[in-house]
């Protein structure tokens, strides 16, 4: 936690510098065939999903970036999270549930 908050001190003023939650991600873009991603595990290592979250994290992004994305947080002080597309509004979304 004091590393991440280390981190967050040195980065927070930086632009295009962006925090992504690939649970949240996952969770808005499941059902939907857009963005279409291609991913070469070729390089890819054994172990933890961290690479395909990471790969996710880059295409929220670039959605995000791209006008598609939604900013949500921030009124903490301690930034915001940016996500894929806007929260569903419908309540029986499972984000808006979360954690369950």
């Known amino acids: 936690m004091k590393l991440g908050f280390g981190l967050f001190s040195c980065l927070e003023n930086r632009k295009g510098v ?3 939650f690939p649970a949240a991600s996952y969770t808005i873009l499941k059902g939907h065939s857009n963005p279409k991603v ?7 290592s054994p172990g933890p999903k961290d690479m395909i979250d990471a790969c996710l994290s880059a295409i929220t992004i670039l959605e995000y970036v791209e006008g598609r994305g939604f900013e949500v947080g921030g009124g903490d002080g301690l930034g915001s999270i940016i996500l894929p597309r806007p929260i569903p509004i419908e309540s029986t979304h499972p984000l808006l549930k979360w954690p369950n």
């Not at 291609?38 to 890819?44: E, L, P, Q, S």
């Open 18 to 20: 962006f925090e992504v």
């Open 38 to 44: 291609t991913i070469d595990f070729a390089n890819f």
